[in-house]
């Protein structure tokens, strides 16, 4: 499993909009970190908490997704990056 960080109404920066069992695909060509051709996500819920801060900056009552990635593309070790994913629970 994997996790997912959004703000409290369930959106990611963008207005991206998130929630259970929601699915999006980026649309970009670019399969680089911080393109739209990628969504973040975080392998487990001790790291997506600690780089909050530095990456979402969600803050208090940010919601943690559980999160099923779809075509794994890259991780830096703190954030991932997928092509496409659902949000769970």
């Not at 959106?11 to 911080?34: F, L, M, V, Y």
């Amino acid at each position: 499993m994997a996790y997912k960080l959004t703000c409290s109404d369930g959106k990611t920066h963008g207005g991206c909009q998130w929630g259970e069992n929601i699915s999006h695909r980026a649309g970009g060509k670019k399969k680089d970190p911080c393109t739209d051709g990628v969504i973040h996500y975080y392998e487990t819920p001790e790291i997506a908490v600690f780089a909050d801060p530095i990456h979402g900056d969600f803050g208090e009552g940010s919601l943690l997704w559980e999160f099923m990635p779809e075509k794994v593309l890259g991780t830096d070790g703190l954030k991932s990056w997928c092509k496409g994913g659902t949000t769970i629970k």
